[in-house]
């Protein structure tokens, strides 16, 4: 079954400290793995996407690094900022048919404290 | 930013009334989506549509229709509202997803049913 599942469900760190959320998906046939960004009562806003051969790609202070080998991904934060407090979805997509089918991680609600 | 609009962004309406949710984009995307998503879980396909006069239903069930006359343009619509159908419903549209092109998310619209 294709699945996608993300850790820490939940997350609190102090403004200015670093931190790396966890995705781990079964999906297959790969074709690419997304990361949003979804404040609370908004719609989801596009960090990064990684192909099968990217295994590192940056946006600012997020930095999100795939291993397609054990399947697994994470998204690092640096320098967290009050703004960052939101949840972080982990998306991936797999090329098994002409839609390209997304599968969705529940998320990690991130808190940032002043 | 996404160029893809969602209204209502919030409502309240009564057990039976009918709705459309409301969903333009001006990117030109063939492919666009409804999800549904309740407070702290995963997003889920409820609609897609391919492009003009096509709309297939996604993975989870749902009472709600969607039309696709014009390729900025996908409503989805209750024909009687229930409490069950209350949720955040997210709009989307994209370019081919195998391709790894980006999914814009609309705002969301809010709907509670009384």
């Known amino acids: 079954k294709n699945q996608v599942e993300q850790s820490p469900q939940s997350l609190i760190i102090l403004e200015g400290k670093n931190c790396t959320l966890q995705?781990?998906?079964?999906?297959?046939?790969?074709?690419?793995l997304r990361w949003y960004k979804q404040d609370t009562g908004r719609g989801p806003v596009s960090l990064t996407i990684?192909?099968?051969?990217?295994n590192t790609k940056s946006n600012g202070r997020y930095t999100a690094t795939l291993d397609a080998d054990t399947k697994q991904s994470s998204l690092h934060i640096t320098a967290s900022q009050l703004s960052d407090s939101a949840s972080y979805i982990c998306?991936?997509?797999?090329?098994?048919?002409?839609?390209?089918?997304?599968?969705f991680g529940r998320g990690t609600q991130l808190t940032v404290w002043p | 930013e996404a160029d893809i609009y969602q209204t209502p962004r919030y409502l309240v309406i009564g057990t039976g009334k009918k709705i459309t949710l409301e969903c333009s984009q001006t990117?030109?995307?063939?492919?666009m989506y409804w999800y549904q998503q309740d407070p702290g879980m995963e997003l889920h396909l409820i609609h897609y549509?391919?492009?003009?006069?096509?709309?297939e239903k996604g993975d989870l069930s749902s009472e709600s229709t969607v039309s696709r006359i014009r390729t900025e343009h996908f409503p989805l619509t209750l024909e009687s509202a229930r409490p069950s159908h209350t949720s955040q419903y997210l709009c989307?549209?994209?370019?081919?997803?195998?391709?790894?092109?980006?999914?814009?998310f609309g705002e969301g619209s809010w709907l509670t049913v009384v």
């Open positions: 549509s391919y492009g003009v006069n096509s709309t």
């Open positions: 989307a549209s994209s370019e081919p997803l195998k391709g790894g092109n980006t999914i814009y």
């Open positions: 998306v991936v997509s797999d090329r098994g048919s002409t839609l390209g089918r997304l599968y």
């Open positions: 990117m030109g995307h063939d492919k």
């Open positions: 990684m192909t099968f051969s990217e």
């Open positions: 995705c781990n998906y079964t999906v297959s046939p790969f074709s690419n």
